[in-house]
């Protein structure tokens, strides 16, 4: 069956780096688009960014220029890149897996979701 499993959260000050992976199983991974939301307390989940299977790349407007996606197909794995952290930035980050051709940042394009792995930055 399909697994997303991320890792790479953890609490960090304000200004630290983290980077966050995804390893994915049960389904070609290479074809999918692949992406990072997050969804902190009490706020809705939004797209911070997204992969597609031609590398094409997409970033919410208040993570670009600080978030960089990349995939390692060979690892079947995602990464997602965090540098000059902002409390702002506090959530649970999800990947997630979709069979759409563009790299969309709408959730309810994609089928397949991880269970998180929580950032906590301070101030």
């Known amino acids: 069956q399909v697994q997303l499993v991320e890792s790479g959260g953890g609490s960090v000050q304000s200004g630290g780096s983290l980077r966050l992976s995804c390893a994915a199983s049960?389904?070609?991974?290479?074809?999918?688009?692949m992406g990072w939301f997050r969804q902190a307390p009490g706020k809705e989940r939004e797209g911070v960014a997204a992969?597609?299977?031609?590398?094409?790349?997409s970033y919410a407007v208040s993570v670009k220029g600080r978030f960089t996606i990349s995939r390692d197909n060979a690892k079947n794995t995602l990464y997602l890149q965090i540098d000059s952290l902002k409390p702002e930035d506090t959530a649970m980050y999800y990947c997630?897996?979709?069979?759409?051709?563009?790299?969309?940042?709408?959730?309810?394009?994609?089928?397949?979701w991880g269970q998180g792995t929580q950032v906590t930055v301070s101030s």
């Open positions: 049960g389904y070609t991974y290479s074809t999918y688009c």
């Open positions: 992969i597609d299977s031609d590398g094409g790349i």
């Open positions: 997630a897996a979709s069979a759409a051709t563009v790299p969309t940042l709408h959730s309810e394009f994609y089928d397949y």
